[in-house]
């Protein structure tokens, strides 16, 4: 009995720390509506420079006071980046500030290893917390008695800050229509800077507070971003009381989880969430967002096909892309294909987010699986290459068709976040089921065939698919389905009372989507000659946000020149310098700046700018949509 | 669509430059590891083929052609690595490849050798399966093999009384093959062995408390750990409040390498049979000499990564020199039963499997001065530690 007990407050324990980061989050989340990608990063900050001060000053004073101010210091350095950054690019298309956290996140990450060294470091335990209490002989930390204790002291600050606080009204208030506060002469730049702060500041202490029970190292950050995002969505985003109870949720699964399973850990907090988001489709304490009130149509310049002059363009680049055998090597040949592959992923994620208005991450999880399904099939059933490229995305599609199934259900972060769930189950199976997959081992020896084997003849090919794939992809968006589609996402109460079903469209869209997915993954394996799980992991459903976003979301076919800009640049960089990862981050934050719709989105507007301010016809018009941003 | 162009142009323009910088007096090896992913292993291990190069183009490099080594960083991606591995391999016309760190990576290269008929030495990968189940003709691999240090351990654990034992490995293909060949091993030598427990903690993400807790409900009398890293220090500190280890034998993969051993401070456990580096303590001439050299240059002491990335260089010059060529198939001809000094003594490339004779040091890890250290540490040959040679038959395909 003892141990039960010993193990549900060693989960309380692991709770505490979850739900300090995660808090941070939410409150960040639900007032500016940013997906902080780099609060794991700040995470990862108050930790280095915590353990710094408290080499730097001992006794009791010193780690406690050094925890308190490598917090603050943090946050000093989240109202800068708030400042200098976020604030540029609040009024960019949804997500978009999530590029800008990844690139912050990428530079930090080698950052701290220029500062402090490639090595794991090892702080002070905490003066007065170093031993154990005895708990009918089992042993239980103090510290962790005293992160017990933290947790909800935290938590009820924080309820105090909300309730009784003009601030925390306003807070409040901003979380459930921030319009709504602007309209009512609330100074949103310094409310949004303060919650950055706080939000930053809580992340940097539960990272300060891991000293004594971790190692502090370069990759902490991403060990904890996703779990804490995982924690916010079960509890409802915005809710400090529901981040709470799903981090005790989650924490006390997996101590007793692991008892039964002891593999569990790798998987349970997707689990848990996919099980609760389809259950209940706003987290355990959220509630339904408010519908978004923006104008319909707010983008800004109506899609229209190409005219036969950009045609002719598109089919000049085409060709010149073409004649790379010419004067391309090897190598470049071999990097083309590999853009040409990530063009086909970037505009297939690209579909379901410009056009059907979902963010997917987990993108990644149909490119796996496509990849999965052509090793499958070449490896075990030895079927001919054409062949495999041809059924092999079908695996994508059945992939897409379940998942699709419950995630177009929800919407938003909410659909973001299953889809995200759906990918990492996917990931986890790869990755565990050795006997078939061969674990993180993979699946080896999956080369072309003769006749695309040479590096020009596999370009042509994926050039060539490439290409089919961003024409389909258009010819479906003027298509009468992807009106529906686009009607669906600019509002679907309307949409509904014109007989669209939404749902379905969407779910097909879903399912075009992953099969398109698939084909890339299909590809790829053949690329590389092998599949591992790394094919369906989050980074490679992050590079492909990226892309889409890097290119610009309100465009057709932006996510093109996203993945060739971003792949190109990656695998030059990670060629070129070991400290790719900084110079990357650098590069997409600078872009976030200059670009703040995207490469090619940016480039749209000036040029419509230029063609309506020389034909000069309504000023009107123009002044309409500038209220509508 | 246009921006095909901008791309196109860019690998031209990176082609270019590769194809300027050839020249005949050289030979090169294309060298690929995680740098970025994982610094406080290749870090070291970056100085220690720096070394490597150094010395052998002072002593006139590969019979009168100067060596270079052209490093690449692979993300910790076996899609990247290969990339690196192309731009080598055709970009820059690299001899032969050389390096990797992770098992899949290493896996990766290597079938890409296998494919692309390019000369592959695997320097740090464990996995059995490089040499054995998915070995091929192309690649060799520097480092004692997960089943021979699993082997040099069961040698030590075998003869403690404990009899329930727990294990504790991260839940990847390291941590699941280091764990199945340990208890298959160990089960051999005593069947009077019961396995009461075991967890598989995701690799860089152990909840310590409750992975300690659940152990210790096992009650077992001895405990195999496979963690490392970040973990392995969440685990000890974990242990050591919540009284794990007390009373205990623990036998750990890879815990007295400095690059895991020396963040734990005065945390280091007490006891515990390893593998390592003592490099404090390893008196041999061969040793002393690259010790030397080597704190001579860096100023700083060496961890196993710095031995790794030194002789993997070493090996590789001592192949290129043999064969005199840099055709792939003169050098597998070459490096077959090839024998090079390496600061832990001799090494031989065996023609079996191509797995290379280079050993481990088993030790029990003690503290000193607040720091842990390895005692009572003894070489272990890597020969000493394989199966025999029917059963290596059974285990990799034909060529």
């Known amino acids: 009995m003892a141990f039960y007990v010993v193990q549900f407050l060693t989960g309380l324990a692991s709770a505490a720390s979850l739900f300090l980061v995660a808090s941070g989050l939410s409150i960040i989340f639900g007032v500016t509506r940013i997906v902080n990608f780099a609060h794991g990063a700040f995470y990862m900050l108050g930790a280095y420079i915590a353990f710094t001060l408290t080499e730097r000053f001992s006794g009791a004073l010193g780690f406690w006071g050094g925890i308190v101010v490598a917090a603050l210091v943090v946050a000093i350095v989240g109202v800068l980046v708030e400042m200098v950054l976020l604030r540029r690019i609040y009024h960019s298309p949804e997500l978009f500030q999530l590029l800008a956290t990844f690139g912050l996140t990428l530079m930090v990450q080698d950052i701290v290893v220029l500062i402090w060294g490639p090595s794991d470091l090892v702080g002070r335990r905490a003066p007065g917390f170093k031993g154990a209490v005895d708990f009918f002989g089992q042993n239980i930390p103090s510290y962790d008695l005293f992160l017990i204790v933290l947790g909800p002291v935290v938590l009820g600050i924080l309820w105090l800050l909300f309730q009784r606080t003009r601030w925390g009204i306003l807070v409040r208030a901003a979380t459930q229509d921030r319009d709504m506060v602007a309209a009512l002469g609330v100074n949103q730049k310094w409310l949004f800077t303060s919650v950055f702060a706080v939000g930053v500041f809580l992340a940097a202490l539960g990272g300060a507070l891991q000293i004594p029970r971790d190692a502090v190292h370069h990759a902490m950050d991403l060990r904890i971003i996703v779990d804490v995002f995982v924690v916010v969505v079960i509890g409802g985003l915005g809710s400090i009381i529901g981040a709470f109870v799903a981090a005790v949720l989650v924490s006390e699964l997996n101590a007793f989880g692991i008892l039964v399973f002891p593999k569990i850990s790798i998987i349970l907090v997707f689990l848990v969430m996919a099980v609760v988001l389809i259950v209940r489709p706003w987290g355990l304490f959220g509630k339904p967002e408010a519908p978004a009130r923006r104008t319909p149509g707010l983008t800004v310049n109506p899609w229209r096909p190409w005219t036969s002059n950009e045609r002719l363009a598109a089919l000049a680049a085409l060709i010149v892309a073409t004649a790379l055998p010419l004067f391309g090597g090897n190598y470049a040949l071999t990097v083309g294909s590999e853009i040409a592959i990530f063009v086909i992923f970037a505009v297939s994620l690209h579909f379901l987010m410009s056009v059907g208005g979902l963010a997917s991450f987990g993108h990644a999880a149909y490119f796996g699986l496509g990849a999965y399904g052509v090793a499958f099939l070449a490896k075990l059933a030895g079927l001919p290459m054409i062949v495999c490229l041809l059924l092999g995305p079908l695996l994508g599609l059945v992939g897409a068709a379940v998942f699709g199934f419950f995630a177009v259900q929800l919407s938003g972060v909410y659909f973001a976040m299953l889809t995200l769930a759906f990918a990492q189950i996917v990931w986890s199976i790869a990755f565990q089921w050795v006997a078939v997959t061969g674990g993180d081992n993979g699946i080896l020896g999956v080369w072309p065939e003769k006749w695309a084997a040479s590096p020009s003849h596999f370009y042509w090919l994926s050039l060539g698919i490439a290409a089919l794939a961003v024409i389909v992809l258009r010819i479906i968006v003027f298509s009468p389905f992807g009106f529906a589609l686009r009607a669906t996402r600019d509002s679907p109460l309307r949409s509904e009372a014109v007989g669209i079903n939404g749902k379905r469209i969407q779910w097909t869209a879903f399912v075009i989507a992953g099969t398109v997915a698939g084909l890339a993954g299909a590809l790829f394996a053949y690329l590389k000659g092998s599949v591992f799980p790394d094919n369906m992991g989050i980074s490679l459903s992050v590079d492909a946000l990226v892309m889409v976003l890097l290119g610009g979301v309100e465009t057709v076919s932006g996510a093109v020149v996203g993945a060739i800009v971003y792949k190109a640049l990656n695998i030059w960089l990670v060629s070129q310098t070991d400290w790719s990862k900084l110079v990357l981050g650098a590069f997409i934050v600078l872009i976030v700046v200059a670009f703040p719709k995207g490469i090619v989105g940016t480039l749209d507007s000036i040029i419509s700018r230029r063609r309506k301010s020389s034909s000069s016809n309504s000023p009107l018009l123009t002044s309409r949509v500038e209220t509508a941003e | ?399």
């Open chain 2, 1 to 399: 669509m246009r921006n095909y162009l901008i791309g196109a142009g860019l690998a031209v323009l990176v082609a270019g430059m590769a194809d300027a910088a050839m020249a005949q007096s050289e030979i090169k090896i294309g060298e690929i590891n995680s740098y970025s992913l994982l610094p406080a292993f290749t870090e070291p291990y970056r100085k220690g083929w720096q070394l490597a190069v150094e010395e052998i183009n002072a002593a006139g490099g590969i019979n009168g052609k100067k060596l270079v080594v052209i490093s690449k960083d692979d993300n910790g991606k076996p899609a990247d690595a290969q990339t690196a591995a192309n731009e080598l391999v055709s970009s820059e016309n690299v001899a032969m490849l050389a390096g990797t760190f992770l098992s899949n990576i290493g896996l990766a290269v290597s079938d890409f050798a296998n494919q692309k008929k390019v000369f592959f030495l695997a320097a740090e990968p464990l996995t059995d399966a490089i040499t054995w189940s998915k070995g091929n003709r192309y690649t060799f691999r520097l480092r004692p093999s997960n089943y021979m240090q699993a082997a040099m351990l069961v040698e030590a654990a075998a003869k403690l009384p404990a009899k329930r034992w727990a294990t504790i490995a991260p839940n990847y293909e390291y941590g699941q093959s280091a764990v199945a060949v340990f208890k298959k091993l160990m089960s051999e030598k005593r069947p009077d062995i019961v396995w009461v427990d075991e967890q598989w903690p995701p690799q860089g993400k152990i909840d310590a408390g409750p992975v300690v807790q659940a152990v210790a409900a096992a009650n077992p009398e001895a405990i195999l750990n496979v963690t490392f890293g970040a973990d392995l220090v969440k685990l000890v500190r974990e242990g050591n409040t919540r009284g794990l280890f007390k009373d205990r034998a623990v036998v750990s993969f890879l815990t007295g390498e400095p690059e895991y051993l020396d963040p734990l401070k005065d945390e280091t456990p007490e006891g515990w049979i390893v593998t390592g580096y003592p490099w404090y303590a390893i008196k041999t001439p061969e040793h002393e000499a690259f010790l030397k050299a080597y704190q001579a240059k860096f100023k700083d002491y060496p961890r196993l990564g710095s031995i790794v990335g030194y002789q993997t260089i070493k090996s590789a010059a001592a192949i290129l020199t043999k064969a005199n060529s840099t055709d792939p198939e003169k050098l597998i001809a070459a490096t077959e039963g090839l024998s090079v000094s390496s600061p832990f003594g001799e090494i031989t490339f065996r023609k079996i499997d191509h797995q290379s004779t280079l050993g481990a040091y088993v030790g029990k890890t003690a503290l000193k001065d607040g720091k842990g250290v390895m005692v009572e540490s003894s070489y272990k040959k890597g020969s000493d530690y394989l199966p025999g040679d029917a059963e290596i038959e059974k285990l990799r395909p034909k060529d």
